[in-house]
């Protein structure tokens, strides 16, 4: 079992950790506040009806159902308590906060922009803006990963969040491309609608994998991207069971790639554990 080691946080606090904090706090107050109103939770336009319903759960075939964006709400939930813990006295000097919480807000922001551009109508600019939100936490994810952890608190409030949001946002990337490939009409490309669909589950599946293989000693980290990812895939396969978009082949390939991307870090962090 990997230990703490407290001495990683122990420096100097500048003004540069002082405005690291409250920027980062006021900032997430901002984005998660304007993220929740432009979601339509207060009562505007939601998501699935903006832009013409081309991300609703019935626009394509790797749409995940409506259920599935409930994930949100823990994600949120993980990321005002990321930004109260890491805007505490003690925790100026964290060495795994230092190198993640600017990052951390960029992501924030990032995502509340992704909503204005879907509310705005375009679904193209919405898939630039996802791509770059998702390596903006990938990028995240290698710091994590790179860095050791230090204190408990900030330490596994970081790793679970950032985790969650990854393996959420991985699956949403997907789904969002295949939106707008859809509205641009592009074609099906050979393989059909379902063909491309069981490749694109395919490849969360093997990005599971991967996340898994890189993150496998940081367990607090790489098993709730699988979660995330197992959850939003799971959801695809159920959306297609059911629904005026009824596709068989693809509901079993994404049942299948979620129950990879559930196991997968799992299986990575118990053998790293071995060796």
């Known amino acids: 079992m990997e230990t703490m080691n407290p001495a990683a946080s122990v420096g100097r606090t500048t003004s540069q950790d002082r405005v690291r904090q409250v920027t980062v706090l006021v900032g997430a107050v901002i984005a998660i506040v304007g993220a929740t109103v432009g979601s339509g939770a207060f009562g505007g336009q939601p998501i699935a009806e903006a832009a013409g319903g ?16 409930s994930i949100w709400s823990v994600i949120y939930t993980g990321l005002a308590v990321f930004a109260i813990v890491q805007a505490l006295p003690r925790q100026a000097t964290d060495r795994r906060l230092r190198a993640i919480a600017w990052w951390v807000l960029a992501s ?11 509310q705005a109508g375009s679904v193209g600019g919405s898939d630039l803006v996802i791509i770059v939100l998702l390596a903006v936490l990938a990028t995240m994810f290698v710091k994590l990963v ?13 790793d679970v969040t950032v ?17 707008f490939l859809a509205i641009a009409d592009v074609g099906e490309l050979g393989l059909g609608a379902t063909g491309w669909s069981v490749v ?8 599971a994998i991967a996340y898994g293989a890189y993150g496998r000693r940081r367990p607090a980290l790489v098993i ?16 297609r069971t059911n629904g005026p978009l009824v596709d068989e082949t693809v509901a079993t390939a994404a049942f299948v790639a979620a129950g990879v991307a559930f196991l997968a870090p799992v299986v990575a962090t118990l053998t790293a554990r071995r060796r």
Do not use: C, K, Q
């Open 54 to 69: 081309s991300l609703s759960a019935t626009a394509t075939p790797v749409a995940p159902d409506s259920p599935a964006f």
């Open 224 to 239: 709730p991207v699988g979660l995330a990812m197992a959850w939003g895939l799971t959801w695809i396969g159920i959306g």
């Open 146 to 158: 790179r860095t050791d952890h230090t204190t408990t608190l900030p330490s596994v409030v970081t």
């Open 200 to 207: 694109l589950v395919s490849a969360a599946a093997l990005l």
């Open 163 to 179: 985790g969650l949001y990854l393996g959420w946002v991985s699956v949403a990337t997907l789904a969002n491309t295949a939106a």
């Open 108 to 118: 924030m922001l990032l995502n509340a922009l992704w909503i204005a551009v879907v």
